[in-house]
């Protein structure tokens, strides 16, 4: 048996050549595969001559035309359509209906070495979705309380139970649930939550250039946070704590250089309208 590389993350195991190699969407590399590899695995004639990795194909010479494409808006609709274009299954589901079947269904995945990384999300809100008769997921609001947390604990001891070394992603949790999720968690495993700490990261780091480049200071930095839903109040954390790490205050001192704008609608209709409060 061969080996695929797909460097950085290394090299896999296959037993597949020729047509059949390029007819499986793990392994094929479309035009990135090597002089070697083409030869090993019999693709010779099957491919054109020239030869581009992966990073060719995609980004590296073309992100501009290419962002719309693997993220936002496409990566939206992708999700939003997910039950209309779902060809085959490329995760583990678990049922907050049967909790009991947490910890088997995701050991289906392999062993403790085998996985890296989980990203989780929890239930469906939108009424659309829910109502549309192609939908594949429970036709139930999304649960609450008790019954909630139970599900996401037995998860989340399940996941460090088979995988110890994966770090846990949580993607898109609300906001009455991301935070608290977060703050249980944060500090008795690796995990995240992209929306409260990557998009605040992200969002001080630009701040920070601007800073830099205009020659502000932070003592001098006033910002309005537009929506205090988990990225908004994300933002707002990372900004706060830097406000304080550089200039000794303390975070109740650094709040006040903050403010939220209520995001529903009803309070943008006019400026006099809308509230400000501060973080």
């Known amino acids: 048996m061969s080996h695929v590389s797909f460097s950085p993350s290394g090299s896999e195991d296959c037993a597949l050549d020729g047509v059949s190699l390029l007819q499986s969407p793990y392994f094929n590399k479309g035009s990135a595969f090597s002089d070697e590899e083409r030869r090993v695995f019999k693709l010779r004639g099957l491919l054109p001559p020239n030869i581009q990795t992966l990073d060719d194909q995609l980004l ?16 939206g609709d992708a999700i939003q359509n997910f039950s209309h ?12 209906r049967e909790q009991n079947e947490v910890h088997d269904r995701l050991a289906q995945w392999g062993d403790a ?8 999300t929890d239930g469906e809100e939108n009424e659309a979705l829910l109502n549309d008769e192609l939908y594949l997921g429970l036709r139930q609001r999304r649960a609450s309380g008790e019954e909630y947390d139970s599900f996401v604990d037995r998860f989340v001891q399940s996941a460090r139970e088979l995988y110890p070394k994966a770090v846990i992603h949580f993607e898109d949790f609300g906001l009455a649930n991301a935070r608290r999720i977060l703050s249980r968690y944060k500090n008795r495993i690796a995990c995240f939550n992209d929306d409260i700490q990557g998009t605040g990261c992200v969002t ?5 250039s601007g800073l830099y480049i205009t020659r502000t200071p932070l003592t001098d930095l006033r910002v309005l946070v537009f929506g205090a839903g988990s990225a908004g109040t994300g933002i707002a954390d990372q900004i706060r704590d830097a406000i304080a790490t550089h200039t000794l205050k303390s975070k109740e001192d650094a709040s006040k250089q903050l403010w939220y704008v209520g995001s529903d609608s009803s309070l943008c209709v006019s400026l006099p309208r809308v509230h400000f409060h501060p973080c």
Do not use: N
């Open 60 to 75: 590296q010479e073309h992100l501009k035309e290419m962002l719309d494409i693997v993220y936002t808006p496409t990566e």
């Open 85 to 96: 274009i779902f060809r085959k299954p490329e995760g583990c589901f678990l049922s907050v």
């Open 113 to 120: 070495e085998d996985v890296d990384y989980i990203v989780v």
């Open 204 to 208: 001080l780091a630009a701040i920070l």
